[in-house]
């Protein structure tokens, strides 16, 4: 099964509204990261948190990393219809292979 | 360059031609990766270089994928005797070094009919 795992798997909201999407993971981890792919394009790396950090912002966007409950959460605040897009956790082990999730599709409506 | 590229951007082949897929990572980066990318579905990691070694191949999914790098620069991925379920995007992506952020090229998408 996969290593991570996004809920909910589409989520649709207005723009200004903020969007929160879910990762939860199996096994022990060095570093999380989320991505962002818009359609038919290549991955843009959003941000990276490691195993020691519970919390870090870029913009609007908040992530959040919860090592006892093996889970992560990605905020992004007053969205816009730009950031319509799917949205991938990726969760690092030792090896320094990334494993992702199936990915979140968010629509931001105008 | 600016960027990681990849080429073709798309590429059709018959059931049972041989393709080549090329991956040009960011000037210096030494970690070099393959993933592919099916239809609504996550990536699946396929390969990862360190320089021109490739220390971990666990993801190719079956002999009749390989792939190579050279001059710490330039990979190439080679799949044969393509099947219809080899449909996907496959995205190559680089980093400095391990434990750094992954550089994403724009993907090839290979369509086997």
């Known amino acids: 099964s996969q290593q991570g795992e996004e809920d909910p798997q589409a989520l649709s909201i207005q723009e200004g509204e903020n969007a929160t999407m879910n990762c939860s993971y199996k096994t022990s981890i060095n570093n999380l990261q989320w991505y962002r792919q818009n359609s038919g394009r290549g991955l843009v790396h959003l941000i990276l948190i490691r195993s020691n950090e519970r919390e870090k912002h870029s913009g609007r966007l908040r992530v959040t990393l919860d090592t006892s409950k093996k889970s992560s959460s990605l905020l992004i605040t007053a969205s816009r219809a730009a950031d319509t897009a799917s949205y991938f956790c990726a969760t690092e082990k030792a090896n320094s292979k990334l494993t992702f999730g199936k990915g979140i599709t968010l629509s931001v409506r105008p | 360059g600016a960027g990681v590229s990849q080429s073709p951007s798309n590429k059709v082949t018959e059931k049972g031609k041989d393709v080549e897929l090329r991956c040009d990572p960011i000037?210096?980066?030494?970690?070099l990766y393959w993933y592919r990318q099916r239809l609504g579905q996550g990536l699946e990691f396929l390969i990862y270089f360190q320089g021109n070694s490739a220390p971990d191949k666990s993801g190719l999914p079956s002999d009749r994928f390989s792939a190579e790098r050279t001059g710490e620069s330039v990979s190439t991925l080679t799949i044969q005797r393509t099947q219809q379920e080899d449909s996907a995007v496959y995205l190559c992506?680089?980093?400095?070094?391990?434990?750094?952020?992954?550089?994403f090229g724009p993907g090839t998408r290979l369509t086997v009919l």
């Open positions: 000037s210096g980066h030494t970690a």
């Open positions: 992506a680089s980093s400095l070094g391990q434990r750094n952020e992954q550089f």
